[in-house]
């Protein structure tokens, strides 16, 4: 079982940054990737970036490319995700997951295991 709890949701404006942490722990997989996700109110859950936990590879979806930076801390166990340039269209429910992998870097969320219980991150224009 592994275990996944985010924080640093909040109501910001456009154009400000906010930081989302995960952490994670329990019995973690000898190569795995941890991914946030997002799913605004009336749409579909949508993959926002991962992170490969042993190389560091990182994958980001169109939307956020330049935006938003992934990052992992291994003494922590945390991984983070540091969002500028908010815009009103990242308003949306943050979850982190996590899955099994080794080179690959899924974008489905059927792929990932274990989630964490979302944080509100709010965008206001």
């Known amino acids: 079982q592994v275990q996944l709890v985010e924080s640093g949701g909040g109501l910001v404006q456009a154009g400000d940054s906010l930081s989302l942490s995960c952490t994670v722990s329990g019995r973690t997989d000898e190569s795995y990737a941890v991914g946030w996700f997002r799913q605004a109110l009336g749409k579909e859950r949508e993959f926002v970036s991962a992170?490969?936990?042993?190389?560091?590879?990182?994958r980001y979806a169109d939307p956020v490319k330049g935006r938003f930076t992934i990052s992992r801390d291994n003494a922590k166990n945390m991984v983070y995700l540091q969002m500028n340039s908010l815009k009103p269209e990242d308003t949306a429910v943050y979850y982190c997951a996590y899955t099994t992998t080794i080179y690959t870097i899924y974008t489905d969320r059927v792929r990932y295991n274990y989630w964490g219980q979302g944080t509100q991150v709010t965008v206001s224009s």
């Open positions: 992170i490969i936990w042993n190389t560091s590879r990182t």
